[in-house]
Structures are given as structure tokens and as C-alpha cells.
């Protein structure tokens, strides 16, 4: 069982805090077991298995001499390497009804079966009403001699804490680093405005230490690798101190993290007020996101392109896309990233007259039944012009002989806007008398944010632009 966080949604956030208490050993020593008892039990255990730090706990064993709590389910092993001493990791499931669901112990012997020292490293907590989720931990192989707890909350701050591993085989907690946040912030190089973001060369960075207080791991605790860096820092005039932070690469159960640089608003007790991602790509299941071309002004504004590409497993859709939004965000009163949105592209390069044929022949079994004949498929979202949002959406129609495909726009009530053609067979045919069929529903595009540039579409060589009352003109 490999023990970690599932993918988190969206983008990976961070925030500065204070560290909480640490957790104390627990259990029932089994050193005044049968010994050789335990020795055999020993040698019976599995090795577990690692991959990129995580644990692995392929089968249920007995529990020797850690049957002292009452269980539904158990698992063990011994940590992989040459030691002096014997590392065990068990597993413990409870009975539902209880608030503790599961729990993870690290346990070390003497080769000839002798506890030495346990530590607890793992589990799954339950809140007393209503059987919510409220902590998950579990252990990753930090380093031969350190094993890392990652802890999370679905409400508060998820952190991680670390373990050493003796020569002799006892486990020590290491303690949280003492320093305020000036020092912490101290780490980070200053940067001259205005500043560009590019890719950073680690070689050059401070690592961020997983045992500072200062970084709370919020929704990347689920990734394999926790590599953080000091890459920068910002000061501005009656603005909050800004701190950049530069990721190297990392994998969340299939959601893969390119290199990433974020800034983050601080106030000066450490918390943050905001952050934004400046510089990187998150990529998995079909949906890949980038940020690029990031720049910080003298007046701590900020200037990035935000792009979101899909790579056409859509219904109708199956072309590859891109949409992308040049945003300025300023920081207000109280420290959070207010954004302008500079303009909307959305391209589709592979756009042509034979791609759209193609995609009659791929959905025509579809479009051949009576309740198929239509196929709509939402682009992309507008919510940044007021009074109402707008929708574009594509339109592919087949009935007999008659083909037509076509974009449309509609408001936030379903309403249709207008409507333009990229393909009607044979041309005669009267297509504004074809309904397109839309079920009610609430779609919204986007949080209402201040929109002041152009919405452009590029299909292939052709250009088109949404006004704010969402009519397709060309430009």
C-alpha cells in the first residue's frame, strides 16, 4: 500500500505557519516477549518495497509480537538495507465504528528480537461526529537513515515531520529549526525589479529545510518529491513581502509537476495572504496547464501567461487547443493578488475543413441516430464581462445529407448569443433553422474578474474575436 495524499485539483498551493507539537511514541513494548519467537517472526516478514520514497505493504502477515491491539487487519515488513538492526513497518486497520481508522507503526529489533525503540508514523483519523476525515499521515523514505511523516488536514496545515534512525536503532524526532521569520526570509536572494521569472537553476538555490516552520505544504503534500527552494524575494513599497519559491519536478499518482516557481504574499509574522504560480506545467489526464512569460513590475504587480491545453479526447471536439490569459495581478489591502485579465486566446492550430470532415466520421454512428443528430461541446468560458458570462461552445449536426458544424456563444441563463458557421452541407441548406439543443443547467465560466482586452479564437488561419455581447466578429 503505498501511503500518500490523492490528487489534489487544482493547481498546488503553499503557505508560511507555525509548527504544532510532535507526536509521542505509542504502544505496548513487546520486549519481554519470547525473543526467539520474535527472531522467527522476523524472518518470516516480507521486505517492503519502495518507489520514490513511498512504502509498499503487499500482504497481510501475522502480528507476532505487535498483536497487542485489537484489529481487523494487519500488514508488516521489514524496511529494506543492511542495518545493525531490524526496522518493521506495520499497518494496523480498525473496525469502522471507531474514530482511529488505521494506524502505522515503525518498530526496531535487535537481530535477535529485541524491541528497541516504535514510533508512531502513520494513520487515518476520523472526527467524532459525522465520520469526516480530519488527519491522514503517512511515512516516506526521506533519506537511508531519515524516514519523513507527511501529515495532512482537510481544514488547517498540512506538514511534515522527520525521524532519524540511530546506529544503535532507536528513533529520534528532529526538532523544528528555532529561527524567526526574518531569518527564514533572509534565505531568500533579493531580486532587482523589474524581474523576469524563468527557469531556475538549482544548482544555485538554498533548499527550503522540510524542518522549518515557516512552510506549510497545504495540497502538495501529496507529491513523491518535495524539493522546494529560496529563489527570490520582492519588496515593494507598502506592499507585503513577496517570496518565491522554485519546485523541482514531481508526480501525484499520475498528475506529473514540471519545474514551478510561485510567489507567495507574507505579512510580516510569516502567514500568507496569497499565492500565485508564475512559472511552470501541470499535466495529467488529457488537461495540461502552463504558466509562462511571468514578469514583476517596480510596483509589485505581476504579468503572466496562464494557459490551459486540451489535448481533443472530447466528444466532437478532437482537436487539440489552447487557452491562454495574459492576467496582471495586483496586490490590495489586504495582501491578496487581485487580477486584470489582459486578453483571452483560444487557438486550435490543427484547425482545417478536412479536420472537421473527420470529425463527422469518427462521431457518425452517433450523429446516424435520430437522439444523436446533435453534439455540443463547451470550449471555453468567459465570466469577466458583465451583466452576464459567456459560453462558447462548438455545434456538430447531422441530419440525412445535411451536415453543419458551427461555434456558438450563450449566456449564463442558455441563452443563445450567436452563432457562426465553419461547415454547412450542402451550402443551401438554412441552418438558422436548426435548434440547437441545450438542457438547463447553471454553467458558469469563470469567477467574475476584470476583463480589459480582446477575446480572440484562431482556427487555423482563421481569426475571429467575442465581443462583450458575445457576437462572433473578425477583426
Same mark, same amino acid.
Given at each position: ?126 472526527? *467524532?461526529? +459525522?465520520?469526516?476525515? @480530519? ?11 531519515? $524516514? =519523513?511523516? &507527511? ?116 505579512? *510580516?509574522? +510569516?502567514?500568507?495572504? @496569497? ?11 488529457? $488537461? =495540461?496547464? &502552463? ?185
Amino acid at each position: 500500500m503505498r501511503y500518500y495524499l490523492p490528487l489534489l485539483t487544482s493547481l498546488f498551493l503553499f503557505a508560511c505557519g507555525t509548527p504544532e507539537k510532535g507526536h509521542q511514541q505509542t504502544g505496548t513494548d513487546s520486549t519481554r516477549a519470547n525473543t526467539a519467537e520474535i527472531k522467527s517472526w522476523l524472518e518470516k516478514l516480507p521486505v517492503i518495497k519502495s518507489e520514490n520514497g513511498s512504502f509498499y505493504l503487499v500482504r497481510e502477515t501475522a502480528p507476532g509480537p505487535l498483536g497487542d491491539r485489537k484489529f481487523k487487519k494487519f500488514s508488516a515488513g521489514k524496511l529494506e538495507g543492511t542495518r545493525k538492526f531490524i526496522p518493521v513497518l506495520a499497518e494496523y486497520e480498525f473496525d469502522a465504528e471507531g474514530q482511529i481508522l488505521s494506524s502505522q507503526l515503525l518498530v526496531t529489533f535487535t537481530p535477535d528480537g529485541k524491541e528497541i525503540s516504535r514510533q508512531e508514523v502513520g494513520g487515518l483519523r476520523l472526527t *467524532a461526529a +459525522g465520520g469526516s476525515e @480530519d488527519l491522514r499521515s503517512w511515512p516516506v523514505l526521506f533519506n537511508d537513515s531519515t $524516514i =519523513e511523516v &507527511r501529515e495532512a488536514r482537510p481544514q488547517g496545515k498540512s506538514e511534515v515531520r522527520q525521524y532519524v534512525l540511530t546506529a544503535a536503532g532507536d528513533i529520534r524526532a528532529l526538532p523544528i529549526e528555532k529561527g524567526g521569520f526574518e531569518e527564514y526570509a533572509s534565505r531568500f536572494p533579493a531580486l532587482q525589479l523589474p524581474f523576469t521569472v524563468v527557469s531556475p537553476v538549482f544548482a544555485k538555490l538554498r533548499e527550503v529545510s522540510h524542518l522549518s516552520p515557516w512552510f506549510s505544504y497545504e495540497e502538495v503534500i501529496g507529491y513523491d518529491k518535495l524539493n522546494m527552494f529560496h529563489y527570490g524575494k520582492v519588496t515593494a513599497p507598502g506592499k507585503p513581502l513577496l517570496l518565491l519559491y522554485a519546485y523541482a519536478p514531481a508526480n501525484d499518482d499520475g498528475a506529473d509537476l514540471d519545474t514551478a516557481v510561485q510567489v507567495a504574499a507574507c505579512k *510580516a509574522d +510569516g502567514s500568507v495572504t @496569497d499565492q500565485k504560480t508564475l512559472y511552470g506545467r501541470l499535466s495529467g489526464e488529457g $488537461i =495540461e496547464r &502552463r504558466w509562462r512569460k511571468a514578469e514583476i513590475q517596480q510596483d509589485g504587480s505581476i504579468t503572466v501567461e496562464e494557459s490551459n491545453v486540451n489535448d481533443g479526447e472530447m466528444a466532437s471536439w478532437e482537436l487539440t487547443s489552447t487557452e491562454t490569459r495574459l492576467v496582471t495581478y495586483r496586490l490590495d489591502a489586504e495582501g491578496k493578488f487581485q487580477p486584470e485579465i489582459r486578453g483571452i486566446t483560444f487557438a486550435v492550430p490543427g484547425y482545417s475543413l478536412p479536420a472537421l470532415k473527420a470529425i463527422f466520421e469518427h462521431n457518425k454512428e452517433q450523429l446516424a441516430k435520430k437522439e444523436g443528430e446533435h453534439i455540443t461541446e463547451i470550449l471555453f468560458g468567459i465570466q469577466d464581462r458583465m451583466p452576464f458570462g459567456i459560453m462558447v461552445w462548438v455545434h456538430v449536426y447531422q441530419h440525412g445529407q445535411q451536415q453543419l458544424a458551427e461555434l456558438f456563444t450563450t449566456d449564463d441563463t442558455k441563452k443563445v448569443l450567436d452563432r457562426y458557421v465553419l461547415y454547412n452541407y450542402p451550402e443551401a441548406s438554412a441552418y438558422q433553422a436548426v435548434k440547437i439543443p441545450l438542457e438547463g443547467g447553471d454553467d458558469k465560466a469563470y469567477p467574475a474578474t476584470n476583463l480589459t482586452g480582446p477575446v480572440t479564437i484562431q482556427l487555423g488561419e482563421t481569426i475571429l474575436q467575442v465581443t462583450p455581447e458575445g457576437k462572433f466578429i473578425k477583426p
